[in-house]
């Protein structure tokens, strides 16, 4: 399939931190794989997608509780590493540009999952239009994003590059809290939950690290 986005830098530059994206110390990383894992169990029980699965970290924990589970990702390093952990021999892994039409059936997913993808979408308007097409009546989308408070601090998804040794900025655009909530709003998708989160013992007047919110697809 060709593309009707220019090509970017962000797959490419996950393709570099795939080999260390769990190795190296990442507390946004960590923390959102918590916040996802503290949700409803129940939320996890049908047929999942997760959009913008990198390595797994999440895939492995869905795959163990989903009907079924497709994961989709533009990079192919990143894949890679996914398709090696264990318990994902029934994950369906696609590697797909998330700007794209996703590779699902309308109406055929009861649950979306978004994790630390967005910053790297320039136009929101297209995931959540998606989103609320694949999921079914009463499906749920659970977005978990660098905060954009964080953001307007300058922080941004960046590694240590293995190969030069030097920290390696991945393509980023800032969304304020508005951005989401309008582009969800006129997907017709309906506000369910909403938190922010900041880490283990952070002062109450600390940024949150982390925007976890989820809809609901009426």
């Excluded at 509780?65 to 264990?86: F, H, K, Y």
């Excluded at 910053?119 to 998606?130: A, C, G, R």
């Excluded at 393509?171 to 309008?182: N, T």
Aim: with cysteine; hydrophobic share 40%.
């Amino acid at each position: 399939m060709t593309s009707k986005h220019p090509p970017d830098d962000v797959a490419s530059a996950y393709d570099a931190w795939a080999d260390v994206y769990d190795s190296q110390t990442n507390a946004t990383r960590d923390l959102d794989a918590r916040i996802l894992r503290e949700l409803d169990p129940a939320l996890f029980r049908g047929d999942v997608l997760e959009i913008g699965c990198g390595t797994g970290k999440n895939t492995e924990w869905l795959a163990a509780r989903a009907r079924s589970l497709v994961a989709l990702d533009g990079s192919e390093q990143m894949l890679r590493r996914a398709r090696e952990r264990p318990g994902v021999q029934s994950v369906q892994f696609v590697q797909h540009d998330l700007r794209e039409r996703w590779p699902v059936p309308d109406a055929s997913r009861d649950m979306i999952t978004c994790n630390l993808v967005l910053e790297h979408i320039e136009d929101l308007s297209v995931v959540f239009s998606e989103a609320r097409r694949v999921l079914r009546p009463g499906g749920a989308f659970f977005v978990c994003e660098l905060h954009p408070f964080r953001q307007l601090q300058g922080k941004h998804a960046h590694f240590v590059n293995p190969e030069t040794g030097t920290v390696q900025s991945v393509q980023s655009h800032l969304h304020d809290v508005s951005d989401f909530l309008s582009a969800a709003l006129r997907a017709g998708l309906v506000l369910a939950q909403a938190q922010d989160c900041r880490d283990d013992g952070a002062p109450r007047t600390a940024p949150p690290r982390l925007l976890a919110l989820l809809w609901r697809s009426p």
